[in-house]
Protein backbone atom coordinates (compact mmCIF):
# COMPACT_ATOMS: atom_id res chain seq x y z
CA UNK A 1 0.00 0.00 0.00
CA UNK A 2 1.23 3.65 -0.77
CA UNK A 3 2.73 5.53 2.35
CA UNK A 4 0.72 8.57 1.91
CA UNK A 5 -2.54 6.37 1.43
CA UNK A 6 -1.70 4.65 5.25
CA UNK A 7 -1.40 8.62 6.25
CA UNK A 8 -4.59 9.45 4.87
CA UNK A 9 -6.35 6.55 6.31
CA UNK A 10 -4.77 6.82 8.65
CA UNK A 11 -6.07 11.13 9.07
CA UNK A 12 -9.55 10.38 8.54
CA UNK A 13 -9.70 7.91 11.51
CA UNK A 14 -7.75 10.51 13.82
CA UNK A 15 -10.19 13.15 12.55
CA UNK A 16 -13.21 11.03 13.79
CA UNK A 17 -11.27 10.81 16.97
CA UNK A 18 -10.00 13.04 20.26
CA UNK A 19 -6.85 11.79 19.69
CA UNK A 20 -3.46 13.40 20.73
CA UNK A 21 -1.09 14.39 18.19
CA UNK A 22 2.17 16.16 19.69
CA UNK A 23 5.04 17.64 17.94
CA UNK A 24 8.20 20.31 18.22
CA UNK A 25 9.22 22.96 15.68
CA UNK A 26 10.95 23.41 12.26
CA UNK A 27 14.51 22.05 12.75
CA UNK A 28 17.43 19.71 11.06
CA UNK A 29 16.71 20.34 7.08
CA UNK A 30 16.18 23.73 7.75
CA UNK A 31 14.78 26.73 10.13
CA UNK A 32 15.26 27.43 13.98
CA UNK A 33 13.01 25.75 16.81
CA UNK A 34 11.61 26.14 20.26
CA UNK A 35 8.77 25.00 21.40
CA UNK A 36 6.89 28.72 23.28
CA UNK A 37 4.59 29.45 20.60
CA UNK A 38 1.20 28.19 21.60
CA UNK A 39 0.49 25.21 19.04
CA UNK A 40 -2.68 24.78 16.57
CA UNK A 41 -5.25 23.56 18.87
CA UNK A 42 -6.06 19.44 18.62
CA UNK A 43 -9.71 19.69 18.01
CA UNK A 44 -8.99 22.41 15.08
CA UNK A 45 -6.94 20.08 13.01
CA UNK A 46 -10.01 17.70 13.43
CA UNK A 47 -12.36 20.14 12.46
CA UNK A 48 -13.93 20.53 15.96
CA UNK A 49 -14.22 23.79 18.33
CA UNK A 50 -12.00 24.71 20.65
CA UNK A 51 -11.38 26.70 23.70
CA UNK A 52 -7.57 26.37 23.04
CA UNK A 53 -6.16 29.96 21.13
CA UNK A 54 -3.68 28.66 18.92
CA UNK A 55 -2.78 31.90 16.91
CA UNK A 56 0.20 33.62 17.28
CA UNK A 57 -0.64 37.64 17.65
CA UNK A 58 -0.40 39.84 14.46
CA UNK A 59 -1.65 42.66 13.44
CA UNK A 60 -5.87 43.73 14.73
CA UNK A 61 -8.05 42.44 12.33
CA UNK A 62 -9.68 45.02 10.33
CA UNK A 63 -13.60 46.00 11.06
CA UNK A 64 -16.20 44.66 9.01
CA UNK A 65 -16.42 41.12 6.73
CA UNK A 66 -12.51 40.63 6.26
CA UNK A 67 -11.30 37.21 4.65
CA UNK A 68 -9.71 35.99 7.35
CA UNK A 69 -6.78 33.10 6.42
CA UNK A 70 -4.87 30.74 8.97
CA UNK A 71 -1.79 30.03 8.27
CA UNK A 72 0.25 26.77 9.89
CA UNK A 73 4.20 27.17 10.06
CA UNK A 74 6.51 25.41 11.96
CA UNK A 75 8.35 27.97 13.89
CA UNK A 76 8.09 27.87 17.44
CA UNK A 77 9.97 30.59 18.46
CA UNK A 78 13.06 32.16 17.40
CA UNK A 79 14.67 34.04 14.13
CA UNK A 80 12.31 32.33 12.06
CA UNK A 81 9.03 33.14 13.77
CA UNK A 82 10.04 36.56 14.12
CA UNK A 83 10.37 36.95 10.48
CA UNK A 84 7.25 35.63 9.72
CA UNK A 85 5.36 37.91 12.12
CA UNK A 86 6.45 40.42 10.69
CA UNK A 87 5.49 39.66 7.24
CA UNK A 88 2.15 38.45 8.46
CA UNK A 89 1.34 42.20 10.36
CA UNK A 90 3.06 44.00 7.08
CA UNK A 91 0.36 42.41 4.89
CA UNK A 92 -2.35 42.58 7.13
CA UNK A 93 -1.52 46.75 6.75
CA UNK A 94 -0.73 47.01 3.42
CA UNK A 95 -3.06 45.16 1.70
CA UNK A 96 -6.05 46.90 -0.24
CA UNK A 97 -8.51 43.24 -0.14
CA UNK A 98 -9.61 43.18 3.21
CA UNK A 99 -7.53 39.96 3.86
CA UNK A 100 -6.44 39.51 7.63
CA UNK A 101 -3.81 36.90 8.34
CA UNK A 102 -3.36 34.75 11.12
CA UNK A 103 -0.32 32.36 12.23
CA UNK A 104 -0.77 29.35 13.92
CA UNK A 105 2.20 27.25 14.85
CA UNK A 106 1.75 23.71 14.08
CA UNK A 107 4.82 21.59 15.70
CA UNK A 108 7.00 19.26 13.25
CA UNK A 109 9.54 16.10 14.17
CA UNK A 110 13.01 16.92 12.75
CA UNK A 111 13.11 16.45 8.94
CA UNK A 112 10.84 13.83 8.74
CA UNK A 113 8.25 16.45 9.81
CA UNK A 114 5.62 13.73 10.54
CA UNK A 115 3.61 15.41 13.03
CA UNK A 116 3.28 17.97 11.23
CA UNK A 117 2.08 15.40 8.28
CA UNK A 118 -0.10 13.76 10.46
CA UNK A 119 -2.12 16.93 11.47
CA UNK A 120 -2.24 18.28 8.33
CA UNK A 121 -3.88 15.60 6.77
CA UNK A 122 -6.31 14.93 9.83
CA UNK A 123 -7.60 18.56 8.84
CA UNK A 124 -8.04 18.04 5.29
CA UNK A 125 -9.98 14.91 5.55
CA UNK A 126 -12.26 16.72 8.15
CA UNK A 127 -12.73 19.13 5.44
CA UNK A 128 -10.88 22.16 7.36
CA UNK A 129 -7.60 22.87 6.49
CA UNK A 130 -5.77 26.17 7.05
CA UNK A 131 -6.05 28.59 4.14
CA UNK A 132 -1.77 28.16 4.10
CA UNK A 133 0.34 25.12 4.89
CA UNK A 134 4.21 25.44 4.99
CA UNK A 135 5.88 22.01 3.83
CA UNK A 136 9.52 20.94 3.02
CA UNK A 137 10.13 21.20 -0.40
CA UNK A 138 11.05 17.57 -1.12
CA UNK A 139 7.38 16.65 0.51
CA UNK A 140 5.41 18.36 -1.80
CA UNK A 141 5.41 15.62 -4.94
CA UNK A 142 3.94 13.47 -2.15
CA UNK A 143 1.14 15.59 -1.09
CA UNK A 144 0.64 16.57 -4.60
CA UNK A 145 0.23 13.07 -6.11
CA UNK A 146 -2.36 12.33 -3.37
CA UNK A 147 -4.44 15.46 -4.60
CA UNK A 148 -4.07 17.20 -1.13
CA UNK A 149 -2.84 20.14 -2.67
CA UNK A 150 -4.31 22.85 -4.85
CA UNK A 151 -2.77 23.25 -8.09
CA UNK A 152 -1.26 27.08 -8.27
CA UNK A 153 -0.86 27.73 -11.73
CA UNK A 154 -3.63 29.01 -12.66
CA UNK A 155 -4.20 30.93 -9.01
CA UNK A 156 -0.92 32.31 -9.93
CA UNK A 157 -1.93 33.86 -12.92
CA UNK A 158 -4.94 35.56 -12.18
CA UNK A 159 -2.61 37.57 -9.40
CA UNK A 160 0.46 37.94 -11.88
CA UNK A 161 2.86 36.09 -10.43
CA UNK A 162 5.75 33.74 -11.89
CA UNK A 163 8.38 31.31 -10.39
CA UNK A 164 10.70 32.87 -13.21
CA UNK A 165 13.21 34.28 -10.71
CA UNK A 166 13.81 31.62 -8.57
CA UNK A 167 16.89 29.81 -8.25
CA UNK A 168 16.65 25.62 -10.32
CA UNK A 169 16.55 23.99 -6.72
CA UNK A 170 13.57 26.30 -5.74
CA UNK A 171 11.11 25.68 -8.77
CA UNK A 172 12.46 21.62 -8.81
CA UNK A 173 10.96 21.87 -5.12
CA UNK A 174 7.69 23.89 -6.10
CA UNK A 175 6.32 21.61 -8.67
CA UNK A 176 4.79 18.06 -9.52
CA UNK A 177 4.91 16.65 -12.90
CA UNK A 178 5.40 20.19 -14.30
CA UNK A 179 2.55 21.61 -12.12
CA UNK A 180 3.24 24.35 -9.32
CA UNK A 181 1.84 23.06 -5.99
CA UNK A 182 4.20 25.42 -3.69
CA UNK A 183 5.62 29.21 -3.45
CA UNK A 184 8.93 28.93 -2.25
CA UNK A 185 9.92 30.67 1.03
CA UNK A 186 13.28 30.35 1.91
CA UNK A 187 16.66 27.82 2.11
CA UNK A 188 19.50 27.06 3.38
CA UNK A 189 23.30 25.75 2.21
CA UNK A 190 25.87 23.30 3.37
CA UNK A 191 29.71 23.53 3.93
CA UNK A 192 32.50 22.05 5.85
CA UNK A 193 32.93 24.10 8.96
CA UNK A 194 36.72 23.49 10.62
CA UNK A 195 38.58 24.65 13.45
CA UNK A 196 41.82 26.93 12.41
CA UNK A 197 43.09 26.91 15.81
CA UNK A 198 43.09 22.83 16.23
CA UNK A 199 44.05 22.70 12.43
CA UNK A 200 47.01 24.77 13.87
CA UNK A 201 48.04 22.44 16.48
CA UNK A 202 48.31 19.36 14.51
CA UNK A 203 50.44 20.96 11.66
CA UNK A 204 47.81 21.72 9.23
CA UNK A 205 47.73 25.14 7.06
CA UNK A 206 44.58 26.55 9.08
CA UNK A 207 44.13 28.77 5.36
CA UNK A 208 43.94 25.55 3.10
CA UNK A 209 41.27 23.45 4.37
CA UNK A 210 40.83 19.83 2.31
CA UNK A 211 39.35 19.80 -0.96
CA UNK A 212 39.09 16.44 -1.67
CA UNK A 213 37.69 13.43 0.19
CA UNK A 214 41.57 11.96 0.37
CA UNK A 215 42.56 15.62 1.97
CA UNK A 216 39.81 14.87 4.16
CA UNK A 217 39.98 11.76 5.35
CA UNK A 218 43.86 12.47 6.12
CA UNK A 219 43.16 15.87 7.72
CA UNK A 220 41.08 13.73 10.04
CA UNK A 221 43.33 11.36 10.79
CA UNK A 222 45.76 13.92 11.99
CA UNK A 223 43.18 15.37 14.14
CA UNK A 224 41.80 12.54 16.05
CA UNK A 225 42.75 12.08 19.45
CA UNK A 226 42.58 8.67 21.14
CA UNK A 227 42.80 7.25 24.27
CA UNK A 228 42.12 3.54 24.01
CA UNK A 229 38.96 3.18 23.10
CA UNK A 230 38.07 6.53 23.83
CA UNK A 231 38.35 10.15 22.18
CA UNK A 232 39.29 13.37 23.72
CA UNK A 233 38.96 14.62 19.83
CA UNK A 234 37.60 13.42 16.61
CA UNK A 235 38.70 15.30 13.09
CA UNK A 236 35.74 14.54 11.69
CA UNK A 237 32.37 12.64 11.35
CA UNK A 238 30.82 12.07 7.73
CA UNK A 239 27.45 11.15 9.05
CA UNK A 240 27.09 13.53 11.91
CA UNK A 241 25.04 16.96 11.21
CA UNK A 242 24.40 18.38 8.03
CA UNK A 243 26.68 15.79 6.41
CA UNK A 244 24.72 12.65 7.51
CA UNK A 245 22.07 12.42 4.31
CA UNK A 246 23.65 9.80 2.41
CA UNK A 247 22.97 12.27 -0.70
CA UNK A 248 25.94 14.45 0.62
CA UNK A 249 28.29 11.89 0.00
CA UNK A 250 26.67 10.05 -2.82
CA UNK A 251 26.58 13.65 -4.43
CA UNK A 252 30.57 14.34 -3.49
CA UNK A 253 31.24 10.99 -5.10
CA UNK A 254 29.08 11.91 -8.53
CA UNK A 255 26.59 9.98 -7.58
CA UNK A 256 22.59 10.46 -8.48
CA UNK A 257 19.81 9.55 -6.61
CA UNK A 258 17.09 10.15 -9.45
CA UNK A 259 16.62 10.43 -13.13
CA UNK A 260 14.02 12.79 -13.69
CA UNK A 261 13.80 12.19 -17.42
CA UNK A 262 12.79 8.44 -16.71
CA UNK A 263 11.51 8.91 -13.20
CA UNK A 264 13.64 6.66 -11.99
CA UNK A 265 15.35 6.22 -8.57
CA UNK A 266 19.26 5.44 -9.24
CA UNK A 267 20.00 4.96 -4.93
CA UNK A 268 22.22 2.02 -6.01
CA UNK A 269 24.22 4.12 -8.41
CA UNK A 270 28.09 2.78 -8.60
CA UNK A 271 29.43 6.12 -6.83
CA UNK A 272 26.47 6.05 -4.55
CA UNK A 273 27.52 2.88 -3.24
CA UNK A 274 31.56 3.99 -3.05
CA UNK A 275 30.64 6.99 -0.77
CA UNK A 276 28.70 4.67 1.22
CA UNK A 277 31.60 2.20 1.56
CA UNK A 278 33.33 5.33 1.89
CA UNK A 279 31.89 6.10 5.40
CA UNK A 280 32.48 2.46 6.69
CA UNK A 281 35.89 2.13 5.88
CA UNK A 282 36.62 5.63 7.12
CA UNK A 283 34.63 4.65 10.74
CA UNK A 284 36.84 1.55 10.17
CA UNK A 285 39.90 3.75 10.00
CA UNK A 286 38.88 5.61 13.11
CA UNK A 287 38.34 2.90 14.97
CA UNK A 288 35.55 0.56 14.02
CA UNK A 289 32.61 0.22 16.63
CA UNK A 290 34.32 2.46 19.14
CA UNK A 291 34.14 5.98 17.06
CA UNK A 292 30.60 4.66 15.80
CA UNK A 293 29.89 4.79 19.55
CA UNK A 294 31.36 7.66 20.39
CA UNK A 295 29.66 9.67 17.43
CA UNK A 296 26.06 8.82 18.30
CA UNK A 297 27.03 9.92 21.97
CA UNK A 298 27.62 13.62 20.50
CA UNK A 299 25.39 16.76 21.50
CA UNK A 300 23.92 19.94 20.27
CA UNK A 301 23.38 23.10 21.45
CA UNK A 302 25.94 24.47 24.06
CA UNK A 303 27.05 20.50 24.08
CA UNK A 304 27.96 20.80 20.30
CA UNK A 305 31.33 19.35 19.70
CA UNK A 306 32.34 21.61 17.24
CA UNK A 307 31.73 24.26 19.06
CA UNK A 308 33.30 22.78 22.48
CA UNK A 309 36.14 21.74 20.76
CA UNK A 310 35.85 18.16 20.30
CA UNK A 311 35.03 17.96 16.75
CA UNK A 312 37.78 19.84 13.99
CA UNK A 313 35.64 19.51 11.47
CA UNK A 314 31.89 19.09 10.49
CA UNK A 315 29.62 19.89 7.33
CA UNK A 316 27.44 22.35 8.77
CA UNK A 317 24.14 24.93 7.61
CA UNK A 318 24.23 28.62 7.08
CA UNK A 319 21.45 28.08 9.93
CA UNK A 320 24.77 26.69 12.40
CA UNK A 321 26.51 29.83 12.31
CA UNK A 322 23.98 31.54 14.98
CA UNK A 323 24.47 28.82 17.33
CA UNK A 324 28.09 29.62 17.47
CA UNK A 325 28.22 33.18 17.97
CA UNK A 326 25.80 32.36 21.24
CA UNK A 327 27.59 29.50 22.52
CA UNK A 328 31.14 30.02 21.26
CA UNK A 329 31.93 33.88 19.60
CA UNK A 330 35.12 33.52 20.02
CA UNK A 331 35.86 30.34 17.77
CA UNK A 332 37.96 30.19 15.47
CA UNK A 333 36.79 28.51 12.33
CA UNK A 334 36.47 28.95 8.95
CA UNK A 335 34.14 27.78 6.08
CA UNK A 336 34.89 25.95 2.64
CA UNK A 337 32.72 23.69 0.54
CA UNK A 338 32.23 20.02 1.10
CA UNK A 339 34.96 18.20 -0.69
CA UNK A 340 34.48 15.88 -2.85
CA UNK A 341 36.41 12.86 -4.60
CA UNK A 342 37.52 15.09 -7.53
CA UNK A 343 38.40 18.48 -6.56
CA UNK A 344 36.11 21.52 -7.92
CA UNK A 345 32.71 18.93 -8.15
CA UNK A 346 31.56 20.27 -4.54
CA UNK A 347 27.74 18.95 -4.19
CA UNK A 348 25.46 20.50 -1.75
CA UNK A 349 21.93 19.35 -0.57
CA UNK A 350 19.70 22.87 -0.17
CA UNK A 351 17.25 22.55 2.17
CA UNK A 352 14.20 25.03 2.14
CA UNK A 353 10.27 25.21 2.56
CA UNK A 354 7.46 26.58 0.60
CA UNK A 355 4.05 27.73 0.93
CA UNK A 356 1.06 25.51 -0.01
CA UNK A 357 -2.61 25.49 -0.36
CA UNK A 358 -4.38 22.22 0.86
CA UNK A 359 -7.21 20.83 -1.13
CA UNK A 360 -10.06 21.78 0.58
CA UNK A 361 -9.33 25.32 1.54
CA UNK A 362 -11.73 28.13 1.48
CA UNK A 363 -9.84 31.14 0.17
CA UNK A 364 -7.32 30.24 -2.19
CA UNK A 365 -7.66 33.72 -4.24
CA UNK A 366 -6.32 35.41 -1.15
CA UNK A 367 -4.33 32.91 -0.35
CA UNK A 368 -2.16 33.49 -3.50
CA UNK A 369 -2.39 37.19 -2.95
CA UNK A 370 -0.76 36.94 0.24
CA UNK A 371 1.73 34.28 -0.95
CA UNK A 372 2.43 36.87 -3.94
CA UNK A 373 3.44 38.92 -1.50
CA UNK A 374 5.66 36.59 0.51
CA UNK A 375 7.62 36.03 -2.55
CA UNK A 376 7.74 39.58 -3.14
CA UNK A 377 11.94 41.17 -3.39
CA UNK A 378 10.25 43.30 -0.26
CA UNK A 379 9.18 40.37 1.51
CA UNK A 380 11.84 38.28 0.52
CA UNK A 381 14.58 41.03 2.20
CA UNK A 382 12.73 41.06 5.61
CA UNK A 383 12.73 37.55 6.05
CA UNK A 384 16.62 37.03 5.16
CA UNK A 385 17.71 39.85 7.18
CA UNK A 386 15.65 38.91 10.15
CA UNK A 387 16.27 34.73 9.97
CA UNK A 388 19.43 34.86 8.29
CA UNK A 389 17.62 32.36 6.02
CA UNK A 390 18.78 32.29 1.87
CA UNK A 391 15.82 33.38 -0.36
CA UNK A 392 15.03 31.44 -3.52
CA UNK A 393 15.22 35.20 -5.32
CA UNK A 394 19.27 35.34 -6.25
CA UNK A 395 18.70 38.69 -6.08
CA UNK A 396 17.52 39.20 -2.48
CA UNK A 397 20.79 37.07 -1.50
CA UNK A 398 23.30 39.23 -3.14
CA UNK A 399 21.82 42.22 -1.46
CA UNK A 400 21.50 40.66 1.56
CA UNK A 401 24.61 38.41 2.26
CA UNK A 402 27.09 39.17 -0.77
CA UNK A 403 29.41 41.28 1.81
CA UNK A 404 29.48 38.45 4.60
CA UNK A 405 32.89 37.02 3.60
CA UNK A 406 31.36 33.71 5.36
CA UNK A 407 27.86 33.65 4.03
CA UNK A 408 29.63 34.22 0.63
CA UNK A 409 30.53 31.04 0.65
CA UNK A 410 27.10 29.79 1.09
CA UNK A 411 26.11 31.47 -1.53
CA UNK A 412 28.06 30.13 -4.43
CA UNK A 413 26.96 26.83 -2.97
CA UNK A 414 23.53 27.79 -4.01
CA UNK A 415 24.19 28.37 -7.41
CA UNK A 416 24.82 24.40 -8.10
CA UNK A 417 22.94 23.21 -5.17
CA UNK A 418 20.85 19.60 -5.24
CA UNK A 419 17.39 18.93 -3.75
CA UNK A 420 15.96 15.60 -2.86
CA UNK A 421 15.01 13.79 -5.26
CA UNK A 422 10.65 15.91 -5.85
CA UNK A 423 9.01 12.57 -5.71
CA UNK A 424 5.80 10.88 -4.01
CA UNK A 425 7.89 8.46 -2.59
CA UNK A 426 10.30 11.46 -1.01
CA UNK A 427 9.43 10.93 2.75
CA UNK A 428 9.77 6.74 2.24
CA UNK A 429 13.68 7.38 0.74
CA UNK A 430 14.64 9.61 3.55
CA UNK A 431 14.12 7.19 5.90
CA UNK A 432 15.16 4.41 3.64
CA UNK A 433 18.60 6.05 3.50
CA UNK A 434 19.30 6.92 7.28
CA UNK A 435 18.35 3.24 7.70
CA UNK A 436 20.75 1.82 5.09
CA UNK A 437 23.68 4.62 6.72
CA UNK A 438 23.21 2.86 10.19
CA UNK A 439 23.02 -0.70 9.12
CA UNK A 440 26.09 0.08 7.06
CA UNK A 441 28.28 1.54 10.03
CA UNK A 442 27.24 -1.17 12.03
CA UNK A 443 27.92 -4.06 9.54
CA UNK A 444 24.27 -5.47 9.55
CA UNK A 445 25.15 -5.80 5.50
CA UNK A 446 27.26 -4.48 2.75
CA UNK A 447 26.42 -0.71 0.93
CA UNK A 448 25.83 -2.60 -2.31
CA UNK A 449 23.11 -4.67 -0.92
CA UNK A 450 21.71 -1.94 1.29
CA UNK A 451 21.56 0.83 -1.51
CA UNK A 452 20.21 -2.33 -4.42
CA UNK A 453 17.32 -3.67 -2.29
CA UNK A 454 16.50 0.48 -1.09
CA UNK A 455 16.68 1.13 -4.81
CA UNK A 456 14.19 -1.70 -6.16
CA UNK A 457 11.93 -1.16 -3.03
CA UNK A 458 11.07 2.49 -3.66
CA UNK A 459 11.17 2.34 -7.47
CA UNK A 460 8.55 -0.94 -7.05
CA UNK A 461 6.21 2.09 -4.54
CA UNK A 462 7.15 4.79 -7.17
CA UNK A 463 5.96 2.63 -10.05
CA UNK A 464 2.54 2.99 -8.67
CA UNK A 465 1.96 6.94 -9.27
CA UNK A 466 2.98 6.56 -13.18
Known amino acids: MKMYKRIFAFAIAAAMMAGTMLGCGQSGASGNT ?44 GPGLDAMEAAANRYNEINDKNIHVTLGFVASQASGNTQTMDKLMAAIAAGNPPDVALLDNFQVAGWAAQSALMPLDELMEGVGLTLDDVYDWALQG ?126 TGAEDPFVTGQLAMAVRGNFDIANMAVYNPDLNYGVTPIPSKEAGKSA ?29 EDAQKQMSEMSSSFSPLKSVNEAVFAD ?26 WDGLNTALDSALHKADTPEKLLTDLNDKMNAELQKFN
Open 404 to 429: DEMMAVFLQELEHGKIRPPVPVGQEL
Open 174 to 299: SQYKGTTYSIPYNGDARVLFYNKDMFEAAGLDPEAPPTTIEELTAAAEKLTIRDGANYKQAGFVPWQFAGKPVYCWGWNFGGEFYDAENNVLTVADPKNIEALQWEVDFADQMGGIDFVNFASGLG
Open 34 to 77: ADTAKPVAESEASGGASAETPETETAEAPAGDAIELTIWHTWGA
Open 348 to 376: NMIGGWGWTIPKGAKNPEASIDFLKYLIS
